[in-house]
């Protein structure tokens, strides 16, 4: 299967990234999983591959155990945090004010450079704090910090993520938006 960069979707190995996060595992794969006997498979979506449609494998019944894909409605009130309670305690005002220390330690900002820079870490926070993101927030930290320790590699940059200052700060990818000129808006859709 070809793919066009008008699809809403990428083509992963085993599963579709859709472009509204959710990922949609091949049947093989998700039989894979089963057969290997891994458990967190109950909520996961599959792809039909004769019509490309997506499914949701469910077990009301043995003679049809996939459906349809319906709306799947996450809100920051029914998700756990599977983190370390380090990390949910965090303070995020203090942590980000030590990030930004660094970055001024780091580069030879002229004062009004520095002032810029402080009032988008403000502004952010306060966009963060307002669409009720502080615990995602939190996870990237303790993600970042992960990967860190465990020597992983990722992407220096993708999407509309790169707007936000406050993740180049925490090292969630390395697109200085203020140096680009990139509008946190553009992130913070409405």
Same mark, same amino acid.
Request: hydrophobic share 35%; aromatic share 12%.
């Given at each position: 299967?070809?793919?066009?960069?008008?699809?809403?979707?990428?083509?992963?190995?085993?599963?579709?990234?859709?472009?509204?996060?959710?990922?949609?595992?091949?049947?093989?794969?998700?039989?894979?999983?089963?057969?290997?006997?891994?458990?967190?498979?109950?909520?996961?979506?599959?792809?039909?591959?004769?019509?490309?449609?997506?499914?949701?494998?469910?077990?009301?019944?043995?003679?049809?155990?996939?459906?349809?894909?319906?709306?799947?409605?996450?809100?920051?009130?029914?998700?756990?945090?599977?983190?370390?309670?380090?990390?949910?305690?965090?303070?995020?005002?203090?942590?980000?004010?030590?990030?930004?220390?660094?970055?001024?330690?780091?580069?030879?900002?002229?004062?009004?450079?520095?002032?810029?820079?402080?009032?988008? !870490?403000?502004?952010?926070?306060?966009?963060?704090?307002?669409?009720?993101?502080?615990?995602?927030?939190?996870?990237? !930290?303790?993600?970042?910090?992960?990967?860190?320790?465990?020597?992983?590699?990722?992407?220096?940059?993708?999407?509309?993520?790169?707007?936000?200052?406050?993740?180049?700060?925490?090292?969630?990818?390395? !697109?200085?938006?203020?140096?680009?000129?990139?509008?946190?808006?553009?992130?913070?859709?409405?």
């Amino acid at each position: 299967m070809t793919q066009n960069l008008s699809d809403p979707y990428t083509l992963l190995r085993d599963r579709v990234l859709w472009n509204d996060g959710d990922s949609s595992y091949f049947v093989e794969a998700l039989r894979d999983k089963i057969l290997d006997g891994n458990t967190e498979w109950t909520n996961l979506f599959v792809i039909d591959e004769e019509d490309f449609s997506i499914k949701e494998y469910n077990k009301r019944s043995e003679d049809n155990p996939l459906k349809e894909k319906t709306h799947l409605n996450f809100t920051e009130q029914n998700l756990e945090w599977k983190i370390p309670e380090a990390y949910l305690s965090i303070d995020i005002k203090e942590l980000l004010s030590r990030l930004l220390v660094r970055e001024f330690e780091e580069n030879n900002f002229s004062k009004e450079e520095k002032i810029k820079r402080a009032e988008r !870490v403000r502004l952010e926070l306060k966009l963060w704090e307002e669409f009720e993101k502080l615990d995602l927030l939190k996870t990237l !930290v303790y993600i970042v910090h992960t990967f860190r320790k465990n020597d992983v590699v990722w992407g220096t940059g993708r999407g509309s993520s790169c707007c936000s200052y406050i993740l180049y700060l925490i090292g969630v990818h390395d !697109v200085d938006s203020i140096e680009y000129d990139l509008d946190i808006e553009d992130f913070f859709r409405r």
